[in-house]
């Protein structure tokens, strides 16, 4: 089974394909998985940089210089956290299923089923490049002591279909990890469930947090 085949396959049969990928691992699919949703959020993080512009308070003459830095650093850190993610979410979820009696190995087979199971991430890249395109370039300002001034950025309507369609996709992808945790694992399907939970609520948490940061809830 070729890659294509095997994405196919975790779209149309998630709970066999992902018994699959527990029994034949390859590692180098997973990375090319991740290398994808990196560089779609690399794309979404560039358009952002020309629809976006910033204006912190007190910082208002900031250099050009500067403002490019910062764009070139917001597309590197796009490319490179997908990775990181990646590694550490697998480390996390790897070390809950050891001491909930798990069987499986951290390399390659946990660290390609984590890949693969942030597949449906591919698709958020894409929504994001999307929304920063369809978005009328806008400028923000952001007090230091009022960080409600995102709200206008985040109560725009394409924002808030993003992030419903975010929570959508992370489901997607802990149902993916659930089939995953419980075939390399081999653990129970409520301690699978419990684990593969985990991801998925501090996602929820974070998009919480940062609409209450910014004067949406």
Known sequence: MNFIERVKGIISEPKKNMNNISEQPMIEEAVMIIGIYAIL???AAYIQSYKITYVFE???DMPSSMQSLMTVSTIVAALIAPFI???IVTGVIHLLSMAA??????????ITIVG???LPLIFDGIISIGIFSLIEPQT???LTVDPSGMKELYSNSYFLVSGLAGIIIYLWSTILLYFGIMSSQKLSS????IIAAIPLFFNVISL???FRGTGIL
Do not use: C, H, R, V
Request: charged residues 10%.
């Open 116 to 118: 693969f199971s942030m």
């Open 85 to 87: 993610i990646w590694i």
């Open 101 to 110: 009696g798990g069987e499986g190995k951290f390399y390659p087979q946990m």
């Open 140 to 142: 923000i300002t952001i």
């Open 190 to 193: 409520n301690s699978s469930a």
């Open 41 to 43: 959020t690399a794309i």
């Open 208 to 210: 919480i947090w940062t």
């Open 58 to 60: 007190g910082l208002d």
